[in-house]
T-cell receptor, first 115, second 116 residues
Framework: DQQVKQNSPSLSVQEGRISILNCDYT??????FLWYKKYPAEGPTFLIS?????DKNEDGRFTVFLNKSAKHLSLHIVPSQPGDSAVYFC??????????????FGKGITLSVRP | DAGVIQSPRHEVTEMGQEVTLRCKPI?????LFWYRQTMMRGLELLIY????????DSGMPEDRFSAKMPNASFSTLKIQPSEPRDSAVYFC??????????????FGAGTRLSVL
């Protein structure tokens, strides 16, 4: 049972345009969400996060939106740059269950930014 | 800080051999995680430790896998005997867990394991 779903395996965007990466979750206990970026032959690196008490969090070119009623979050990258080409993982955790360290990851989306 | 350090970066072994993967977490972090990444299943949590104690090992695939954390600065993941289906990239991550806090995990570069 996949609790965090990234249904689109890949996305290709022109440099300078907006990239929108989507993520859905099924577990209503999740209350903290993170995005990680991964380059080939490297480990995932933390990008941005959002708590369920917010619906938006922004950090430079990166903005994460959370829609709790739809159990959906998205990562917006504006403007997209070739260096953003990587695999992006959505992850979620729950403080309610007490296992707040445990992250559940989606399978990732491969973003390609064309020059 | 040097970040999470994993060794070796690459391991090639033959079926039936014992494999030991090593991890040094970020100093001061109190939680450590072992993940496996495959094309089919993505990033799977195998086991995680808090204050050197295993908290959840429900992701460990079978008895051939074992993990230890003898102290706050070192952990091992052992596969004995190894099988070709164990071929994957294994990641170690660490975090500082505190009550009510966000749990950002920091990953090592991974160990690419190939079992022939």
């Amino acid at each position: 049972d996949q609790q965090v779903k990234q249904n689109s395996p890949s996305l290709s965007v022109q440099e300078g345009r907006i990239s929108i990466l989507n993520c859905d979750y099924t577990n209503s206990m999740f209350d903290y969400f993170l995005w990680y970026k991964k380059y080939p032959a490297e480990g995932p690196t933390f990008l941005i996060s959002i708590s369920s008490i917010k619906d938006k969090n922004e950090d430079g070119r990166f903005t994460v939106f959370l829609n709790k009623s739809a159990k959906h979050l998205s990562l917006h990258i504006v403007p997209s740059q070739p260096g953003d080409s990587a695999v992006y993982f959505c992850a979620a955790s729950s403080h309610i269950t007490g296992a707040n360290s445990k992250l559940t990851f989606g399978k990732g989306i491969t973003l390609s930014v064309r020059p | 800080d040097a970040g999470v350090i994993q060794s070796p970066r690459h391991e090639v072994t033959e079926m039936g051999q014992e494999v030991t993967l090593r991890c040094k977490p970020i100093s001061g972090h109190n939680s450590l995680f072992w993940y496996r990444q495959t094309m089919m299943r993505g990033l799977e949590l195998l086991i995680y430790f808090n204050n050197n104690v295993p908290i959840d090992d429900s992701g460990m695939p079978e008895d051939r896998f074992s993990a230890k954390m003898p102290n706050a600065s070192f952990s091992t993941l052992k596969i004995q005997p190894s099988e070709p289906r164990d071929s994957a990239v294994y990641f170690c991550a660490s975090s500082l867990e505190y009550r009510g806090g966000g749990n950002i995990q920091y990953f090592g570069a991974g160990t690419r394991l190939s079992v022939l």
